[in-house]
């Protein structure tokens, strides 16, 4: 599948869309980035006049593109895929947080695919920023599957 | 016998993926994994890859399909471990 495609499929839109761009994506894993716009909700609240990318959302950054891009492209390449009725969850979380990121930073995600079985994708997860630092890391689980399969 | 080393096997194999309201003494048979032992469709993938390992046998989609209840997948085991042994 297309990496345009697959932005296509993401079931976010902005002030909760976590992905700009995908630069490579194969059945292992995906790299992505997605540059973070000072006018962002959150960063008036997160901090009180010290605006910071809270942790949850770096998570949700590594898990749009680590777990949602590249469930969507395994599906895409199982036998009769149909993506028109997309559902994720987000099952299970564990991550280690090292840099802050500011308003109007860019970061990069990669993620390596621990497993995909029966619709569950985990995987590992590491995101950069622009000077190649480690910002956090972690383990990363959701579930993603076509809704009109039934279960 | 073997089916009842096997069930306690599966019973040992669920067990961490209870709620904490659910003690292992609460899963018989006929439980149903999502609606009786509130274990999420997420942790019942867990359960299915350690149930695989401990097994040393693979499921497929329509083995996770059928597999709602304990007894579902002692079936699926029997089946599975004794087209093996053959």
Same mark, same amino acid.
Do not use: W
């Given at each position: 599948? *297309?990496?345009?495609?697959?932005?296509?499929?993401?079931?976010?839109? %902005?002030? #909760?869309?976590?992905?700009?761009?995908l630069?490579?994506i194969?059945?292992?894993?995906?790299?992505?980035s997605?540059? #973070?716009? *000072?006018?962002l909700?959150?960063y008036?609240?997160?901090?009180?006049?010290f605006?910071?990318? +809270?942790?949850?959302?770096?998570?949700?950054?590594c898990?749009?593109?680590g777990?949602?891009?590249?469930?969507?492209?395994?599906?895409?390449e *199982?036998?009769?895929?149909?993506?028109?009725?997309?559902?994720?969850a987000?099952?299970?979380?564990?991550? *280690?947080?090292?840099l +802050?990121?500011?308003p109007?930073?860019?970061?990069?995600?990669?993620?390596?695919?621990?497993? #995909?079985? #029966?619709?569950?994708? %985990?995987?590992?997860?590491?995101?950069?920023?622009?000077?190649?630092?480690?910002?956090c890391?972690?383990?990363?689980?959701?579930?993603?599957?076509?809704?009109?399969?039934?279960r | 016998?073997?089916?009842?080393?096997?069930?306690?096997?599966?019973?040992?194999?669920?067990k961490?993926?209870?709620p904490?309201?659910?003690?292992?003494?609460?899963?018989?048979?006929?439980s149903?994994?999502?609606n009786?032992?509130? !274990?999420?469709?997420?942790?019942?993938v867990?359960?299915?890859?350690?149930v695989e390992d401990?097994?040393?046998?693979?499921?497929e989609?329509?083995?996770?399909?059928?597999?709602?209840?304990?007894?579902?997948?002692?079936?699926? !085991?029997?089946?599975?471990?004794?087209?093996k042994?053959?």
């Amino acid at each position: 599948m *297309e990496i345009n495609k697959i932005l296509e499929k993401l079931p976010y839109s %902005k002030q #909760f869309l976590f992905v700009d761009s995908l630069s490579n994506i194969d059945e292992n894993g995906v790299t992505g980035s997605f540059h #973070f716009c *000072e006018d962002l909700e959150f960063y008036k609240g997160h901090f009180k006049q010290f605006p910071v990318t +809270p942790g949850v959302i770096l998570t949700e950054c590594c898990a749009q593109i680590g777990l949602v891009c590249l469930g969507i492209f395994l599906l895409s390449e *199982e036998p009769d895929s149909n993506l028109d009725n997309l559902t994720v969850a987000f099952s299970g979380s564990e991550m *280690e947080f090292y840099l +802050p990121v500011y308003p109007g930073e860019t970061v990069f995600v990669h993620s390596e695919k621990d497993y #995909f079985r #029966f619709n569950k994708l %985990k995987c590992k997860v590491k995101m950069y920023n622009t000077s190649k630092e480690l910002v956090c890391k972690g383990e990363l689980a959701g579930m993603i599957k076509n809704s009109a399969n039934g279960r | 016998m073997k089916e009842e080393k096997y069930y306690q096997q599966l019973k040992g194999i669920v067990k961490p993926y209870l709620p904490e309201d659910i003690s292992v003494d609460d899963i018989s048979p006929d439980s149903h994994f999502i609606n009786e032992l509130n !274990i999420n469709s997420a942790n019942l993938v867990d359960i299915v890859l350690d149930v695989e390992d401990a097994f040393e046998i693979t499921l497929e989609n329509d083995d996770m399909d059928e597999m709602q209840t304990v007894n579902d997948a002692m079936a699926i !085991i029997n089946k599975k471990r004794s087209s093996k042994e053959q």
